[in-house]
C-alpha cells in the first residue's frame, strides 16, 4: 500500500486561481517535501517541513505557500496561479536523525491556463 | 553554480550493454540517493548510501563523500531500464534539503 500519497493526480487551472495539491504519507515521518520537476532542471525544492506546523522555504517558493497541519498531510498553495507553475509536482516524506532517505509520491501534473 | 553535476545528460544503451552514471558534487556531502522516473512518471527509490557501495540485481552504486561524487553502474541493461535517472545529495551539517542532478535520460534499444 503507497505510503505517500497525493492528490489531484491530474490539474487544469486557471491563471489567477489557487490550486490546492494535498501530500498525505503514512510513513510516520517528521520531513515532508514539495518539488516541482521539469525537463532540464531536475527536481527543486519548493517547501519542505519538519513537523506539524512548520514550514521553511526551499530553492524556489516565490508564487507558493505550504501548510503542514499534521503529521501526515503537507499541503501546497498557489494563491493566484500562473502558466509558468505549469509542471509536475513530486511530494516526499523523510527521516530525520543523520540520515535523509526520501520516499516520493506518484506525482501531480498541473496545467495553468 | 550547481551543487550536483549529473552526466551525461543523456544515454542510449543496446540491451545486453552496461555504462555508468555520475554525479559530482562541488562540496562534501553527507548522502546520496538514486532514482528513476519511470514511463508512467513515478519516481522510484534505487539506493540510498552515506558511504562505500550497493548492489541490487543489475545495478550497482557508489559513493565517495572525500572525492565528491557517485556513481550508478548498469550492466546487462534491460528495456525496462528506460527512463530518466536522477541523484540527490545533502550538504554535510546542512538541515536536510536535498539538491538534485538534473537527470540522465536513458534509452534501452533492442
Known amino acids: 500500500e503507497a505510503a505517500v500519497t497525493q492528490s489531484p493526480r491530474n490539474k487544469v487551472a486557471v491563471t489567477g486561481g489557487k490550486v490546492t495539491l494535498s501530500c498525505n504519507q503514512t510513513?510516520?515521518?517528521?520531513?515532508m517535501y514539495w518539488y516541482r520537476q521539469d525537463t532540464g532542471h531536475g527536481l527543486r525544492l519548493i517547501h519542505y517541513s519538519y513537523g506539524a506546523g512548520s514550514t521553511e522555504k526551499g530553492d524556489i517558493p516565490d508564487g507558493y505557500k505550504a501548510s503542514r497541519p499534521s503529521q501526515e498531510n503537507f499541503s501546497l498553495i498557489l494563491e493566484l496561479a500562473t502558466p509558468s507553475q505549469t509542471s509536475v509536482y513530486f511530494c516526499?516524506?523523510?527521516?530525520?536523525?543523520?540520515?535523509?532517505?526520501?520516499?516520493f509520491g506518484p506525482g501531480t501534473r498541473l496545467t495553468v491556463l | 553554480g550547481d551543487q550536483v553535476e549529473q552526466s551525461p545528460s543523456a544515454l542510449s544503451l543496446h540491451e545486453g550493454t552496461g555504462s555508468a552514471l555520475r554525479c559530482n558534487f562541488t562540496?562534501?556531502?553527507?548522502?546520496v540517493q538514486w532514482f528513476r522516473k519511470n514511463s508512467r512518471g513515478s519516481l522510484i527509490n534505487l539506493f540510498y548510501?552515506?558511504?562505500g557501495t550497493k548492489e541490487n540485481g543489475r545495478l550497482k552504486s557508489a559513493f565517495d563523500s572525500k572525492e565528491r561524487y557517485s556513481t550508478l553502474h548498469i550492466r546487462d541493461a534491460q528495456l525496462e531500464d528506460s527512463g530518466t535517472y536522477f541523484c540527490?545529495?545533502?550538504?554535510?551539517?546542512?538541515?536536510?534539503?536535498?539538491?538534485f542532478g538534473k537527470g540522465t535520460s536513458l534509452v534501452v534499444h533492442p
Open positions: 540527490a545529495a545533502e550538504v554535510s551539517g546542512g538541515n536536510y534539503k536535498p539538491t
Open positions: 562540496t562534501t556531502m553527507r548522502a
Open positions: 510513513n510516520n515521518h517528521n520531513n
Open positions: 548510501l552515506a558511504s
Open positions: 516526499a516524506s523523510g527521516v530525520t536523525g543523520g540520515a535523509y532517505e526520501q520516499y
